[in-house]
């Protein structure tokens, strides 16, 4: 415009912040999904422990998995005041790293190698630098990344598992077991309830998801963090209802019985707990209440200097 009068020119500067509200924004900048960090590191004494996101999926229908033995409606309820929809959960798989300065040692492996090590790389680590593996039970999401096509994930690994759970696989066909676990029998240590697998891990006995389900107690310079596994797999339906049966509790009783020991310990020790299957990045303390149990997530706990 070369020629502007000054009304004009006061014409346009009055109208310029009015349109600069109606112009559409430009969006340059691309929708990104929803994304998180596939790790989570932090300090136990001298150890470092490292909990890694393997995979995660929506599932629907989850009362076909959890509280099987409640009314709909129950479940229903519960899941509404959680501010949780009833009709679909997110699920979530997270092996854990664990250096204790003498060693690197992986946690069960995920549902296939692909994911886990994704996960164990973005976290700063090498398959070939764990140096163990511990197996908490022979799941298909546990020992899913132990191998594929007959090679090991972990070329330097030995392994570590429970006596009972081991010998209960042992003839039941299972083909997960037969390709991902047996092939690594003569490689592997296996373990009773009390057990140290190295120098501050030691296995507790957590029997009933599996009939040889084993949880594992960090301990490092008096700080004690208890790797629960499978013990309690939703942070809603089973903390808050430790009774409500889930589908894969091989004996419902006993899984029952071990939810309730372990929570009830966790909540008197007020010590830190993994949880395999609870939401990301899975770590949290546990609350008694009258009947059952709250989860608190971890917040800043495990930053503090
Ligand atoms: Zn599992």
Not at 3 to 25: E, I
Not at 93 to 121: Q, Y
Request: aromatic fraction near 10%.
């Amino acid at each position: 415009m070369t020629k502007m009068t000054r009304r004009h020119a006061l014409l346009a500067g009055a109208a310029l912040p009015l349109a600069a509200a109606v112009r559409p924004a430009r969006a340059a900048a691309p929708m990104m999904g929803p994304a998180r960090p596939p790790f989570n590191r932090f300090t136990l004494g001298s150890f470092e422990v490292t909990t890694i996101l393997a995979g995660s999926r929506t599932v629907p229908d989850p009362q076909t998995i959890f509280g099987l033995n409640v009314a709909p409606e129950r479940f229903a309820a519960v899941s509404e005041a959680a501010m949780i929809p009833a009709d679909k959960a997110q699920f979530f798989f997270t092996p854990t790293v664990v250096n204790t300065g003498a060693e690197l040692i992986l946690f069960d492996t995920g549902l296939a190698p692909r994911g886990t090590v994704a996960a164990l790389e973005a976290a700063g680590y090498t398959p070939d630098q764990i140096d163990t593996v511990i197996i908490t039970h022979m799941h298909g999401d546990h020992i899913g990344g132990l191998m594929e096509n007959g090679t090991e994930t972990f070329s330097n690994a030995r392994y570590v598992t429970g006596a009972v759970e081991f010998d209960a696989w042992d003839m039941s066909g299972d083909e997960s077991f037969e390709t991902k676990m047996r092939p690594l029998a003569e490689k592997t240590r296996f373990l009773e309830d009390g057990d140290e697998a190295v120098p501050g891990v030691t296995a507790v006995a957590a029997f009933g998801h599996t009939p040889g389900h084993m949880a594992y107690r960090l301990e490092s310079d008096g700080n004690a963090l208890l790797l629960g596994a499978d013990f309690a797999n939703h942070y809603i339906w089973s903390l808050a209802h430790p009774d409500w049966e889930v589908l894969y509790d091989r004996d419902k009783e006993a899984a029952a019985a071990t939810r309730r020991r372990l929570l009830d310990m966790l909540a008197a020790e007020r010590m830190p707990f993994i949880g395999y299957h609870m939401p990301f990045p899975a770590l949290g303390y546990v609350e008694k209440q009258e009947t059952g149990y709250r989860y608190l997530p971890a917040s800043y706990q495990m930053m503090l200097e």
